[in-house]
């Protein structure tokens, strides 16, 4: 089955710089899009169609796509960003959604 | 404005079946399509698939193929995910979410739906 990989965890200072990264061999034909979920919470959509961002979310958060893989970038990190973030896509024919495995932001 | 709300937790035995509702409002009901996503507790986001309001039509993944029903009444605006023959690693949040019929972003999330399963 197909799968997207991101790295388990990301650690940075605030007002640095995070990017996340998210793998998959059918990334260059089908979108990404990226969740923020907070403890307790459902996740929120902060990037659709590789590099879109939705109303209300923060200019700080940016995506990008080169071959297979998609990155999140957040600069200027504050503490509140910290969370949990998944990159979603779907199989080549674009039947399936699948979820990365998550990776957690520390705000150091 | 665009809400999902979800039926309460549940608690079931092993082999039971369980049935999550989730009643849209703030939207055409038949305009988005809605999915299933679960996260067991301290795990990522597991797709279970998708059911189109307008017509019906449904797509689960293979995982869960054989075991998960996808249904709506355009009445009430509401769709429901069956789970049969629960097993302990079922325990789990059940969220729906809305996506667009043209792309896969999932907009909207309802509060989600605890399911536990234990003897």
């Known amino acids: 089955s197909y799968e997207l990989t991101q790295p388990p965890s990301v650690s940075v200072s605030p007002g640095q710089t995070a990017r996340i990264t998210c793998s998959g061999d059918a990334l260059p034909k089908q979108y990404a899009y990226w969740y923020q979920q907070k403890p307790g919470q459902a996740p929120v959509l902060v990037i659709y169609?590789?590099?879109e961002r939705p109303s209300g979310i923060p200019e700080r958060f940016s995506g990008s796509s080169s071959g297979t893989t998609v990155t999140l970038t957040i600069s200027g990190v504050q503490a509140e960003d910290e969370a949990d973030f998944y990159c979603?896509?779907?199989?080549?024919?674009?039947?399936?959604?699948?979820f990365g495995g998550g990776t957690k932001l520390t705000v150091l | 404005q665009v809400q999902m709300v979800q039926s309460g937790a549940e608690v079931k035995k092993p082999g039971a079946s369980v049935k999550v509702s989730c009643k849209a409002s703030?939207?055409?009901?038949?305009?988005?399509?809605m999915h299933w996503v679960r996260q067991a507790p301290g795990q990522g986001l597991e797709w279970m698939g998708i059911?189109?309001?307008?017509?019906?039509?449904?797509n689960y993944t293979q995982k869960f193929q054989g075991r998960v029903t996808m249904t709506r009444d355009t009445s009430t605006s509401t769709v429901y995910m069956e789970l049969n023959g629960l097993r302990s690693e079922d325990t789990a949040v059940y969220y729906c979410?809305?996506?667009?019929?043209?792309?896969?972003?999932?907009?909207?999330w309802g509060q989600g739906t605890l399911v536990t399963v234990s003897s």
């Open positions: 979410a809305t996506s667009t019929v043209t792309t896969l972003a999932l907009g909207y």
């Open positions: 979603q896509s779907a199989d080549s024919s674009g039947t399936y959604v699948v």
């Open positions: 059911i189109n309001p307008s017509g019906g039509s449904t």
């Open positions: 703030g939207y055409t009901f038949t305009s988005y399509n």
């Open positions: 169609k590789d590099s």
